[in-house]
């Protein structure tokens, strides 16, 4: 029951790494993450491995003793780095790059190292306020209005719920404010046909599945055709359904397409309704001003997601949520349980000093109660390029996008289906006299041996029916060498 | 439109940092990282510092010009360090410990450097197969039955939504058999009024509100009381109703109560409800063979969750969960886009080996699309420690609760407000001839007192009504020197 004297308090027993063998540890990873970068070319971006291979390397129960770090590192090499796919490789253009930066890796460890928490500002202070400032810096940068509310979720999937469940929580209100309860069996809400799945999936998540979120369709570039929104919302308000939302897309997965937002923020405005955008991928173009076109009406957007773990070179997970109504979201979300009350917004330095109101709360704004300290990773990578070296990496993507786009429009036997306006360029193989089902298995078996290269790893698309090759450009690492010999692969192993 | 020669693909630009620029920055993060971790007394657990401070130092918008790598490490800790809580000093007690251990930072470093994306088993083999092998570890470490499907998950929040989803369309099928249809409108769930608070926040994001999860009344040791679940179901059931799903607590949030899960479980089973077990801090205590009693019931569960992040070392984000039915899950959220689809669960090299059943591909079981290499931190804590190691920390943290608890049960002036199961101790102080109220506003100044002092960081919760501190042991760092320093604190300032 004695206390210890003061200096040996925070002394720590063996229980954990000693701070100098973590040292050395860390070193080791550091120096292995190093060699790591300097030589992606020794890595196949896609592995050849088989589903069940890596589990049956590895025990059927954990160790019982403990192993050395350097042990563990090895581990790591042997056993399951051969069953990486490269998603930082040059040669990455499937999906959208998630091409984590270099400062990112840092910033990762450091928030590892002080494994904040944020329930409340409260409980990290540092937490709250670098995702406030961080979103904010982003906001700025991409032209969106600057009071909107910024968060940060792990994937543009969960923010898009969110927007949902704060659409819901408006028409609810609404529909009490006129006497009537929002019938939880009969929402429904709106996308297009080349919408991203997630707002289906939040639709299913809501319990009232996919089918209730209304797919519009497209036009040739494919963006959404207004008209069929307007009338598609006017048929389900007669048959007595409850529209809450829309979601435009900038940069649709399939093509990058672009939604008329304008448009749709009329039809949005005249009905009512929510107004969510999807930029996940294409956002971070917005820091571009010539490309600012592509986002018109977004700032009447009642919600907007941009994903910088995408085309912004900041590693998995950080998706960035505004909403200019963060009001629906706190109605629909905010509970606080007795455990986290007084330090809540009403901390004890906050209270004496009268400056409450300045601390943000981001468990209220959310379903998880718990985040991590995400925003350190998007400061890292802001502050370590600035906006000028990262409009500059963009801009060399879109260029590089339209190069192949010129190559492909050139070539005979290849052709464009899609726009280009991003760094994305949709395309296909045609060899002559071919039918469409003969097409399209000619550019099944050439995505399957460009991949199979190990130098590259392309996804596909479907586009009017049609198989599409995506090529995929975003990872800070890509020039114009990885493109044209791309090109040259692509023509020479259709041939075959 | 010439291609390269092969040997300088892969070759990078200056985009990023360069490798050798990285190296030499992440040696000086290891260092600041091992610097943090040998003087932890340095710090105070709980900055002084107020809303909006961090804001005010920062500049309103992005820099135009990147920095060195030295400066962002320098401006963290002058700036961004200050603001910091720091959840892995030996004197955080606050809440639950969220202590991550050291080797789980170098796995965070190596996730964020590979950045793998977890989609489909296609995107990143590693990631899909080593969550599989390490929930499956924890399982058979905990004594869960091994058959069970797991995930990991940020928060324990999102688990348990998920966790409702998948017994709302457990209860959507069965409404479907019987020719019916459920009616969102008329869902409800139960509780414990003890229960964490994401319980009512998955029925929230469902759009029923806190209300439509019962929350049952508890018995003096804080569990729910069987007999109340069972007329709360017939009482909903009678006014047309429909329950979907029961979450039991193993270890709540105030005073780590333990709900009867047996008796739980048959009653789930007679009302044909899912059966859904959090267990988000206390489950690591599964792995203690004499602890395991707590445990009982559990693998009739529909599906379960466990923190790592919380008691079992792991840095914060790990959420397991665990589910006896994925089926649900799958047919709730299951969509497969075409952009997805060939890579699928049909990955040309699992067509070709027949090996396709074996890819797991956890965006089927998700909302979120896209996950974080998780599990790599899971796998290098429990191979650092292995579960002797964790076995034994655990064991003390449960030894030094109850010596904690003796002392204070021996103090005339001091009281336990709950029983000591776990790691967590409830008490007050109790001056004499003291009221409710009075004594109310002594533990509200004195838990105060002990959090101004920098040494220690504590919570508080009511149990009962009774203003509660909560001293919560979890540190893997926390030893009897900190735990006995803590109750000379409380006593000495109690008595000012």
């Known amino acids: 029951m004695k206390a210890p004297p003061a200096e040996t308090l925070g002394a720590f027993t063996d229980n954990d790494l ?14 292995w993450i190093a060699d790591y970068y300097a030589h992606p070319e020794r890595q196949r971006v896609l592995p050849d491995v088989l589903p069940g291979q890596l589990v049956d390397k590895l025990p059927s129960g954990a160790p019982q003793q403990g192993a050395a770090q350097e042990e563990i590192l ?19 253009m499937a999906y959208f790059a998630a091409g984590g930066s270099r400062p990112g890796v840092l910033a990762e460890a450091l928030s590892a190292a002080v494994n904040n928490v944020g329930l409340l500002w409260y409980s990290s202070p540092a937490l709250a306020e670098l995702e406030e400032v961080t979103t904010r810096w982003l906001a700025v940068a991409m032209g969106l209005p600057v009071e909107w509310f910024g968060m940060i979720h792990d994937s543009a999937s969960i923010a898009t719920l969110h927007a949902v469940i704060a659409a819901r929580e408006l028409a609810a209100a609404k529909a009490r404010e006129s006497g009537a309860e929002l019938d939880l069996n009969r929402i429904v809400m709106y996308t297009s046909e080349q919408a991203h799945s997630s707002v289906e999936k939040a639709m299913s998540a809501l319990g009232r599945g996919a089918e209730a979120c209304r797919k519009i369709r497209c036009d040739d570039r494919y963006a959404m055709r207004p008209g069929g929104l307007e009338r598609a919302i006017a048929r389900d308000r007669s048959a007595g359904l409850s529209p809450i939302a829309i979601t435009a897309t900038v940069g649709t997965t399939a093509s990058t397409g672009v939604d008329p937002v304008p448009e749709i923020a009329d039809i949005a405005a005249e009905n009512g309704l929510w107004l969510h955008v ?21 700032e009447r957007a009642d919600s907007f997601v941009i994903n910088p773990h995408k085309w912004l070179f900041v590693q998995m997970d950080c998706s960035v949520f505004y909403t200019a109504r963060p009001e629906c979201l706190r109605s629909a979300l905010s509970l606080t349980p007795e455990y986290l009350r007084s330090s809540t917004s009403r901390a004890p330095q906050a209270q004496r000093s009268g400056q409450d109101a300045r ?26 390029f600035g906006t000028e070296h ?33 760094s994305l360029v949709c395309l296909r193989y045609r060899p002559t006299g071919a039918s469409e089902a003969e097409t399209d298995a000619a550019n099944e078996r050439l995505l399957r041996a460009v991949n199979a290269t190990g130098e590259f790893f392309l996804s596909h698309a479907k586009l ?25 692969l692509l023509r020479s192993l259709a041939d075959r």
Not at 19 to 31: M, N, Q, Y
Not at 359 to 365: D, K, L, Q, S, T
Not at 470 to 476: E, K, S
């Open 18 to 31: 000693s701070p100098e063998d973590f040292r050395r540890a860390g070193h080791a990873v550091v120096d």
């Open 74 to 92: 090895a581990d790591f090499e042997r056993l399951v780095a051969p069953h990486l796919v490269h998603w930082n490789h040059p040669g990455f």
């Open 278 to 298: 999807d930029a996940a991928y294409a956002g971070a173009a917005a820091i571009l001003p010539e490309m600012r076109r592509h986002f018109a009406g977004c």
């Open 359 to 384: 601390a943000v709360n981001y468990m209220e704004h959310s379903i998880a109660l718990g985040r991590r300290f995400r925003a350190l990773k998007l400061w890292f990578v802001l502050r370590s």
């Open 390 to 422: 990262l409009s500059k990496v963009l801009r060399e993507h879109v260029r590089l996008a339209r190069l192949l786009a010129d190559w492909v429009a050139e070539a005979p036997d290849f052709e464009l289906l899609a726009p280009v306006d991003f």
């Open 464 to 488: 009017e029916g049609r198989y599409t090759i995506r090529v995929a450009i975003g990872n800070i690492s890509t020039t114009e060498a990885h493109v044209s010999r791309l090109w040259e």
